[in-house]
């Protein structure tokens, strides 16, 4: 497939088989499951496994009903479209991926504009409350204020900013409440270059915290008594990296998602930080995804019985 103008050799079947997916089946050249992008049955979703091409007969979405694999995969991934072809073009084209990033070195203005963040004032537009977080998600109103939660009326999205370490103000995650479909604010930077509620971790001085994947889970345990860190998915990129281990924390208690792609991220999380921190460990119940599926009295009896980890160094 075609990336930044590179013919890149993804190997399609490769990254799908780092997730779960309900009902799957495998043939030569094609992949069918239930779609992703939001609660069904019976599997309409379905990838060409050499073009990456999808189809999601089911969705009443036209921008989703169909697309190629970085976007694919760009959901999957909780992160950007760029962030994404980034990724494949340094896991598959590992000499193009560097170039691309040393050509953009070398614009200083470039470069220098990327970084800017955000005014404050573009979350005006989203001073609003829908009840998802609340009724369905059990956040309570003290918490999504702490966390200058909102809500786009026009695309009927909640709104989780996203801040740098010092509490500016750096992109915005849009989280459909009518699927599972999300999407990032176009000027903002890449959330590859950071760590959500990190900045309440310097403001509060903590030196423990519970690393999860989702903002949602991340407020959860805040609510909860908890501090903690998301990384906005199933991945731990360099910067990600670097600002954990230079952050004041000193012990993380992995609480990824409970399926392949978490569990796969708290072995790498695990096997990057072991000797430089502490890490530990909980154990969800199998009959949860995350924590946020938990009630507050299991949540409490989970954070009770955590454990060393054993990190598999290859």
């Known amino acids: 497939?075609?990336?930044?103008?590179?013919?890149?050799?993804?190997?399609?079947a490769a990254e799908l088989n780092k997730y779960d997916w309900r009902r799957p089946r495998w043939t030569e050249r094609k992949f069918q499951a239930c779609s992703p992008f939001r609660d069904e049955w019976h599997p309409s979703?379905?990838?060409?496994?050499?073009?990456?091409?999808?189809?999601?007969?089911?969705?009443?979405?036209?921008?989703?009903?169909?697309?190629?694999?970085?976007?694919?995969?760009?959901?999957?991934?909780?992160?950007?479209?760029?962030?994404?072809?980034?990724?494949?073009?340094?896991?598959?084209?590992?000499?193009?991926?560097?170039?691309?990033?040393?050509?953009?070195?070398y614009d200083l203005t470039l470069a220098e504009e990327a970084n800017k963040p955000l005014d404050m004032a573009v979350l005006d537009e989203f001073n609003y409350r829908h009840p998802y977080l609340d009724k369905q998600r059990g956040i309570e109103e003290k918490w999504q204020r702490a966390f200058r939660v909102g809500y786009d009326r026009k695309h009927k999205a909640v709104t989780f900013p996203w801040y740098d370490r010092m509490g500016q103000l750096i992109n915005i995650k849009f989280r459909s409440v009518t699927d599972k479909r999300f999407w990032y604010y176009a000027d903002g930077q890449p959330i590859k270059n950071h760590v959500y509620a990190l900045n309440f971790i310097y403001k509060a001085g903590k030196n423990l915290a519970y690393i999860v994947e989702s903002e949602i889970d991340a407020i959860t345990l805040w609510q909860a008594g908890f501090p903690?860190?998301?990384?906005?998915?199933?991945?731990?990129?360099?910067?990600?990296?670097?600002?954990?281990?230079?952050?004041?924390?000193?012990?993380?208690i992995l609480a990824t998602d409970n399926d392949k792609a978490g569990r796969r991220i708290a072995q790498t999380i695990a096997t990057e930080l072991v000797g430089f921190?502490?890490?530990?460990?909980?154990?969800?119940?199998?009959?949860?995804?995350?924590?946020?599926?938990?009630?507050?009295?299991?949540?409490?009896?989970?954070?009770?019985?955590?454990?060393?980890?054993?990190?598999?160094?290859?």
């Open 1 to 12: 497939m075609r990336i930044k103008g590179y013919t890149t050799p993804v190997d399609v």
């Open 45 to 105: 979703f379905a990838v060409h496994l050499e073009t990456g091409v999808f189809i999601d007969s089911g969705s009443i979405s036209d921008e989703w009903r169909q697309g190629n694999f970085v976007k694919l995969l760009a959901y999957l991934r909780n992160e950007t479209y760029e962030e994404t072809q980034d990724y494949l073009l340094e896991t598959y084209c590992p000499t193009l991926g560097n170039l691309d990033r040393l050509k953009l070195t």
């Open 228 to 252: 903690a860190v998301a990384l906005g998915g199933a991945n731990l990129t360099p910067r990600k990296r670097e600002l954990l281990l230079q952050s004041p924390i000193e012990t993380f």
């Open 277 to 314: 921190k502490t890490v530990l460990a909980v154990a969800l119940p199998t009959s949860v995804k995350d924590v946020n599926d938990l009630t507050s009295n299991e949540l409490l009896t989970v954070a009770a019985a955590i454990q060393p980890v054993i990190p598999h160094f290859n």
